[in-house]
C-alpha cells in the first residue's frame, strides 16, 4: 500500500513538473507570437543573403504564410525554454541522487543547455551562410533559386536540431564514463572508428553537399575529444576519492 501511495506521488510529482514546464513553453510563445514574421525574416535572412538578387522565397501553400512563422515561434519558445524544461527535470531527478551525484548532474544539465545554444549558433552563423551560398551558386542557367517557406523552414530545424544534438557530443561522454559503460582509455582506442562514424554522421543529417557534412563532423570530433579529456579528469577524481574514502 506505501508502495503505491509512493509511485502515486511521483507520479503526481511529474505531472506537476511537465505542467510547469509546458506553462514555460506557452508563456515564452505568447511572448513571441506577435514577431512570428520578423523571427522567420531573421531566420531566413542567410538565405535571403545568398540568394541572387530580384529573387524571393514563395510560398506554395494557400496557408504557409500564416502557419510557417507560427511553427518557428513554436519550436523556438521550446528552445528558449529549455533551461526551465531541465531546471523541472533536475527537480524531479534531484531527490532520488546522492550528494556526488548532485554536485555533477548540476554542471551537466547547464552546460548541456550551453551546448545546445551553440550547437544553433554555430549552425546560423557558420554552416547557414556556407551551404546556402554553394546551393544557390551551383544552380544551372535559367533555373530561378525560388525557395517554399516552408520547405526552407523544415531543412533549418533539422538541421538545427542535429547541430544542437551534436553539440553535446561531451556531455554523453562524461555520463558514459560515470555511469561505467566506457572509459576514456577505451573510447581514445576506438577513436579511428569514431572518426569515421562523425563523417557518417554527418552525411545522414545534413543536405548532400560537402560543406555542411563537413562543418557538423569535424565540431563532433572535436567535442569527442574534449568529452573524452574531461571524462579522463573525472575518472582520476572519482578514484582519488574512492581511494581516500577506502584508506579512511
Same mark, same amino acid.
Given at each position: 500500500?506505501?508502495?503505491?501511495?509512493?509511485?502515486?506521488?511521483?507520479?503526481?510529482?511529474?505531472?506537476?513538473?511537465? @505542467?510547469?514546464?509546458?506553462?514555460?513553453?506557452?508563456?515564452?510563445?505568447?511572448?513571441?507570437?506577435?514577431?512570428?514574421?520578423?523571427?522567420?525574416?531573421?531566420?531566413?535572412?542567410?538565405?535571403?543573403?545568398?540568394?541572387?538578387?530580384?529573387?524571393?522565397?514563395?510560398?506554395?501553400?494557400?496557408?504557409?504564410?500564416?502557419?510557417?512563422?507560427?511553427?518557428?515561434?513554436?519550436?523556438?519558445?521550446?528552445? !528558449?525554454?529549455?533551461?526551465?524544461?531541465?531546471?523541472? !527535470?533536475?527537480?524531479?531527478?534531484?531527490?532520488?541522487?546522492?550528494?556526488?551525484?548532485?554536485?555533477? !548532474?548540476?554542471?551537466?544539465?547547464?552546460?548541456?543547455?550551453?551546448?545546445?545554444?551553440? %550547437?544553433?549558433?554555430?549552425?546560423?552563423?557558420? @554552416?547557414?551562410?556556407?551551404?546556402?551560398?554553394?546551393?544557390?551558386?551551383?544552380?544551372?542557367? %535559367?533555373?530561378?533559386?525560388?525557395?517554399?517557406?516552408?520547405?526552407?523552414?523544415?531543412?533549418?530545424?533539422?538541421?538545427?536540431?542535429?547541430?544542437?544534438?551534436?553539440?553535446?557530443?561531451? !556531455?554523453?561522454?562524461?555520463?558514459?564514463?560515470?555511469?561505467?559503460?566506457?572509459?576514456?582509455?577505451?573510447?581514445?582506442?576506438?577513436?579511428?572508428?569514431?572518426?569515421?562514424?562523425?563523417?557518417?554522421?554527418?552525411?545522414?543529417?545534413?543536405?548532400?553537399?560537402?560543406?555542411?557534412?563537413?562543418?557538423?563532423?569535424?565540431?563532433?570530433?572535436?567535442?569527442?575529444?574534449? %568529452?573524452?579529456?574531461?571524462? %579522463?579528469?573525472?575518472?582520476?577524481?572519482?578514484?582519488?576519492?574512492?581511494?581516500?574514502?577506502?584508506?579512511?
Amino acid at each position: 500500500m506505501a508502495a503505491a501511495q509512493s509511485l502515486i506521488e511521483h507520479l503526481i510529482e511529474l505531472r506537476s513538473r511537465l @505542467v510547469k514546464a509546458l506553462i514555460s513553453v506557452l508563456l515564452v510563445f505568447l511572448c513571441l507570437v506577435y514577431f512570428a514574421n520578423d523571427l522567420y525574416h531573421w531566420l531566413a535572412t542567410p538565405l535571403l543573403e545568398a540568394m541572387p538578387s530580384n529573387t524571393q522565397m514563395i510560398a506554395t501553400d494557400v496557408t504557409a504564410p500564416f502557419f510557417a512563422p507560427i511553427k518557428l515561434t513554436i519550436v523556438l519558445s521550446f528552445f !528558449i525554454a529549455i533551461p526551465v524544461v531541465l531546471y523541472q !527535470i533536475w527537480g524531479f531527478i534531484a531527490p532520488g541522487l546522492y550528494r556526488k551525484e548532485k554536485r555533477l !548532474i548540476a554542471p551537466l544539465l547547464f552546460s548541456s543547455t550551453l551546448l545546445f545554444y551553440l %550547437g544553433i549558433a554555430f549552425a546560423y552563423f557558420v @554552416v547557414f551562410p556556407l551551404a546556402f551560398a554553394f546551393f544557390t551558386g551551383v544552380a544551372p542557367e %535559367g533555373v530561378t533559386v525560388a525557395t517554399d517557406i516552408t520547405n526552407y523552414l523544415d531543412l533549418v530545424l533539422k538541421l538545427f536540431f542535429a547541430f544542437g544534438v551534436s553539440f553535446e557530443i561531451p !556531455i554523453a561522454i562524461i555520463l558514459m564514463c560515470w555511469t561505467g559503460i566506457t572509459t576514456p582509455d577505451s573510447l581514445r582506442e576506438k577513436r579511428p572508428y569514431v572518426i569515421v562514424a562523425v563523417f557518417v554522421v554527418g552525411m545522414l543529417l545534413t543536405p548532400p553537399d560537402v560543406i555542411s557534412q563537413t562543418l557538423l563532423a569535424i565540431p563532433m570530433w572535436l567535442l569527442f575529444e574534449v %568529452g573524452v579529456f574531461i571524462g %579522463g579528469i573525472y575518472g582520476r577524481r572519482h578514484e582519488d576519492t574512492d581511494q581516500e574514502h577506502a584508506e579512511e
